[in-house]
């Protein structure tokens, strides 16, 4: 946990000038949001890192949570919202406190998936909604990339593993942090374990184009860089 906390403490002054041109994921995130929370919901963004969807529903009542007090930082400058240093796999929230709890671009590829949903299922409403996305273990660009620089047998390695590693530099200095990667069906495994219902699944940087906009829900889902889904607590 040190290690991610360090991360992202670094990586915040950069994070949302490296991280500018996923504005086709944003929209199929958006998208998404936008047809599911209704005004008089009570939303937790957990890894809400620098804000951009509490910035996205700055009119709702949204808290943020991370575990990265310099992500807070940025996350309440940009939105003004009210914002928590904390740990997803210990929410500091009485039970049956939100009526959907979000979760972007990966904040669950750092944490013990299983305490994770946890605790996310504990602090729902009956019948809340969870929606997020985490790192594909198919990201299908990333795996033709991998085979044409570095061979089948280190694809198909890393595959298996299904655990690697996101480096950056920042003012010259190389940092990294661990992740874990998960395809569709054990994600739906683990919702289904957790006792969430699907409402639906969904793919994000799918081609990284207008294109995802409709390609979203298609079985192309399964190769994006991001996948997700809506679920409800049973
Ligand atoms: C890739 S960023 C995504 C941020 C944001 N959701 C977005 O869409 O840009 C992942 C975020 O998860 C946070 N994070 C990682 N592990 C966490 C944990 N155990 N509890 C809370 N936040 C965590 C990191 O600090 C970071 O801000």
Request: hydrophobic share 40%; net charge positive.
């Amino acid at each position: 946990m040190r290690r991610v906390i360090e991360y992202y403490n670094t990586l915040a002054k950069e994070y949302d000038n490296i991280y500018k041109d996923i504005k086709y994921m944003r929209s199929v995130e958006f998208k998404v949001l936008k047809s599911e929370i209704k005004k008089d919901y009570l939303i937790l963004d957990v890894g809400c890192g620098t804000g951009e969807h509490l910035m996205y529903l700055r009119d709702y009542n949204i808290i943020g949570l991370d575990i990265s007090i310099e992500m807070l930082k940025r996350a309440k400058d940009k939105s003004g919202k009210f914002v928590v240093v904390g740990d997803i796999q210990h929410l500091p929230f009485k039970s049956r406190s939100f009526n959907c709890v979000i979760s972007f671009f990966g904040a669950l590829n750092h944490v013990q998936i299983n305490r994770a949903l946890k605790e996310i299922r504990r602090i729902l409403v009956k019948e809340g909604l969870f929606i997020f996305t985490l790192a594909n273990l198919y990201h299908m660009r990333w795996i033709f990339k991998s085979l044409l620089r570095k061979g089948w047998w280190y694809t198909v390695k890393a595959i298996k593993k299904r655990k690697g590693d996101i480096t950056k530099v920042v003012d010259g200095k190389k940092i990294r942090v661990n992740t874990r990667f998960y395809s569709l069906e054990e994600v739906e495994d683990l919702l289904e374990k957790h006792n969430f219902h699907i409402k639906y699944t969904f793919g994000t940087y799918i081609t990284n184009s207008p294109l995802d906009n409709i390609l979203y829900k298609t079985f192309l889902k399964h190769f994006g860089g991001y996948i997700g889904a809506v679920a409800v607590k049973k």
